[in-house]
């Protein structure tokens, strides 16, 4: 276990290791249907809840200047950055990655990790565990958000509901002292004359 001192307390954390295999589960899941992100939350939470008992929030997985003196901060980031790193292209990646005399350019033939039977650059695998790092990030962050109180509903406006607003929007303009001309000024007579022609519950709705 990697131990970490908070104050006077010392606290256990998982080793890397320990959540390879997770990280690559969370690889594999799709952030655009609802099941998969259900998932994707669920699993990125449970691995997060020792940095989040140590005070940590998602904000702490983000890379931080070298000058940053909350040494909670470099723990939570080198963790994460270490766990998605081995899960996208495993330890003899990782090393590839580390060596300074392989620019960004430098090609890796990937032999493990989710991205095994690959040859990439150090610039697109740097990219791809980068993207994996701030799935789980994002889904540590909505966790963390409060939820709407009981029967409240998310407002969404039909298409009715979307052509009055555009009017509304129109109508605004063409009074303005000093239009933007968004609304050409040959346009502006006939578009009064046809806001008049509605019918009173259709502007009453606006």
Do not use: W
């Not at 390879?20 to 997060?48: C, Y």
């Amino acid at each position: 276990m990697t131990k970490s001192k908070s104050k006077s307390k010392e606290i256990n954390l998982p080793t890397v290791a320990e959540n390879v295999d997770v990280v690559m589960e969370i690889n594999s899941l799709s952030d655009t249907i609802e099941q998969g992100l259900a998932t994707i939350k669920s699993m990125s939470v449970a691995m997060f809840r020792p940095f989040a008992e140590m005070g940590a929030d998602a904000s702490y997985m983000a890379k931080h200047p070298k000058a940053e003196k909350n040494n909670l901060k470099h723990t939570v980031r080198n963790y994460f950055f270490d766990v998605c790193t081995l899960a996208v292209v495993g330890q003899s990646g990782a090393d590839f990655l580390n060596d300074k005399k392989f620019s960004r350019d430098a090609e890796f033939e990937i032999t493990e990790g989710t991205m095994a039977g690959q040859t990439k650059s150090k610039h697109y695998i740097q990219q791809q565990y980068g993207k994996l790092l701030n799935k789980i990030k994002k889904a540590v962050a909505d966790d963390a958000k409060p939820e709407k109180p009981e029967g409240e509903t998310k407002t969404v406006n039909d298409d009715f509901t979307r052509f009055l607003n555009a009017l509304a929007k129109a109508e605004a303009q063409t009074k303005k002292g000093k239009p933007d001309n968004s609304i050409p000024e040959t346009v502006n007579a006939e578009f009064a004359k046809f806001m008049e022609s509605l019918p009173d519950l259709i502007k009453a709705a606006k």
